[in-house]
């Protein structure tokens, strides 16, 4: 039986997907773990009642377990784990923190005004970090085989790479190979490609909160 699971859909356009790195990760592994599921692409501008009912906080994902509607994706992706163990998208322990910081330093990055404030060198150090890592235990974060750890941090990779490029005309440079590496293994992941927001709604997702 399908698994149901409520979206963020994309900005100005309601019945395509939208630009929820949160949700991704939660798509993501369901196709990794090849479960079917029902997909219901929220308006967060202007949530159905219905939605609401079901999620009061209005936020997304969330996915129906058993008659009941469950939130936040860590605690998704754990059910999901549980109940689907394979293939198994646990990550070790040691490597579950790897590249959680990187998602705070870029949004910090992209919203800044001040080119000398340090928040670039903040990012670049967060992305030194994991190309250090990934050289040292690659190609993924765990090893030779993806986990739940990449799951989560290769949308936000993917935001990065998007909004960063759009409105600060930004890389990640090029000396940083294992993370260029890396994110081109991911993004160009069947089960990515299917469940990433085009461009132009990651970009339509992040202006108000750039121009703010």
Known sequence: MA????VKAAVGAPNVLGDCPFSQRVLLTLEEKKISYNMHLINISDKPQWFLEISPEGKVPV?????KWVADSDVIVGIL??????PCLKTPPQFASVGSNIFGTFV??????DA????????????KALDEHLKAHGPFIAGEKISAVDLALGPKLYHLEVALGHFKKWTV????????NYMKSIFT???FVKTR????????????????
């Open 3 to 6: 698994l149901e699971i409520c």
């Open 63 to 67: 996915v129906k377990f058993d008659d």
């Open 81 to 86: 784990e549980e109940k689907y163990p394979q």
């Open 108 to 113: 910090t990055f992209l919203k800044s005004k």
């Open 116 to 127: 000398n404030d340090g928040s670039e060198q903040a990012l670049l150090n967060e992305l």
């Open 173 to 180: 440079p090029e000396s940083l190979t294992n993370v260029r």
């Open 189 to 191: 992941r069947e089960s």
């Open 197 to 212: 927001a085009a461009k132009e709604y990651v970009i339509a997702g992040w202006a108000p909160k750039v121009n703010a």
